[in-house]
């Protein structure tokens, strides 16, 4: 029975390292030839082999591998929000006044009939641009302070704690994307849940400025951080586990077989999945932001105090059909990307020799 258990339980995208250095005894400890002295890192050895089949349009961690990873994130972030504004207008209206706007399907139902169909655009430009700013910084820093956080940990300990750098890089990339996307995420939901209070970000802009000063635009920062930061924590590393799963567990052969093809279908399936758990862990925080920006002289805390429970998870179906969607669409593009401009694409991490060696796993 055991054993059928262990490795489920290691399908678990944020098990805890399972390995744990102790010292070896001296007759299991391979001795290291002098050519082994000096080992490049795992991530470098896979690019070197992947190398000898395609060539690369820059080095991996190079000033053009970055800036070409936030225009990625721009196109990813960028369009697949703006395409999904209607369904967005519609949960944050179910947020801010869920006696007029009972559903998903009753939030289309009264927006056509009050708005027509163009309504349902309401919030296009300030999403497009807060959210193609919020996709330069979350998937361009992320994989600086991927690199950045894997070279302080060292080859062994990044591996062994994959799942920690992750977390750690994602939260880091978000903290600065959301201050990106605060001040066109607090017009958009003026927007879209203010009647009569504007229907174009330069209708918006000036009128919340001239009512409550630049606050206008950053007093829903804190909230972003607090729905935005869980949200591509689990974005980032449960793509990344789920990923490393499908391929150990689920596609039959390994990455370095399967078509470029291929590989964007698991990038989308992981990016799914991921998608699901994102939306499930930032709901709360995301109806307090809604809210918040809907309203004068509120804070977070009486907003949350005020819709209860209950409130907070009101638009979920929504947020989940929206969320996992767009994740899945994000990473596929972001992915698309990476490929369209021969960027370099690390397979699933390896165990390192050298910590094979120090384990006794090494033959």
């Not at 799942?163 to 994602?170: H, V």
């Not at 974005?235 to 990344?240: D, L, N, Q, R, T």
């Not at 490929?339 to 690390?346: G, H, I, K, W």
């Amino acid at each position: 029975m055991f054993s059928s258990i262990v490795p489920l339980a290691r399908l678990n995208p944020f098990h805890a390292p399972q390995l744990q250095l102790q010292p070896q005894p001296e007759s299991l400890t391979l001795r290291k030839r002098p050519a082994e002295s000096v080992e490049p890192s795992c991530t470098r050895r896979s690019l070197a082999a992947a190398s000898a089949e395609e060539e690369y349009s820059c080095a991996y961690g190079s000033g053009r591998f970055f800036i070409l990873c936030g225009f990625g994130g721009v196109i990813s972030c960028g369009t697949t929000h703006t395409a999904l504004v209607p369904l967005d207008l519609v949960k944050c209206r179910i947020q801010v006044d869920p006696q007029k706007y009972k559903s998903i399907f009753n939030g289309f139902s009264v927006t056509l009939k009050e708005d027509g169909v163009r309504g349902l655009g309401k919030g296009w430009a300030p999403t497009f641009i807060g959210y193609s700013m919020q996709g330069l910084c979350k998937f361009g820093f992320y994989e600086v302070f991927k690199i950045l956080y894997g070279n302080l940990l060292g080859e062994e300990n990044a591996y062994l704690w994959r799942t920690s750098l992750y977390l750690a890089a994602s939260a880091s990339a978000e903290f600065f994307a959301d201050i990106a996307l605060a001040p066109m995420e607090a017009a958009k939901v003026r927007i879209q849940t203010q009647p009569g209070y504007a229907n174009t970000l330069r209708q918006a802009a000036p009128k919340m400025y001239a009512e409550e000063g630049i606050w206008a635009f950053y007093k829903g920062v804190a909230p972003l951080w607090m729905r935005q930061i869980p949200y591509t924590m689990m974005k980032f590393a449960c793509f990344e586990r789920t990923v490393e799963a499908l391929y150990k567990y689920v596609v039959p052969k390994p990455r370095s077989e399967c078509s470029k093809a291929e590989q964007l279908v698991v990038t989308f399936v992981a990016g799914y999945i991921a998608g699901v758990f994102c939306a499930i862990v930032s709901h709360p925080a995301d109806s307090v932001v809604s809210v918040l920006n809907k309203e004068k002289g509120s804070s977070a805390l009486e907003v949350l105090k005020r819709l209860g429970f209950k409130g907070v998870w009101k638009g979920l179906f929504a947020r989940i059909i929206m969320i996992g969607t767009l994740t899945a669409l994000q990473w596929f593009i972001y992915d698309s990307v990476k490929v369209y401009f021969r960027l370099p694409r690390p397979p699933p991490p390896e165990m390192p020799e050298s910590l094979k060696k120090k384990l006794g796993l090494s033959q």
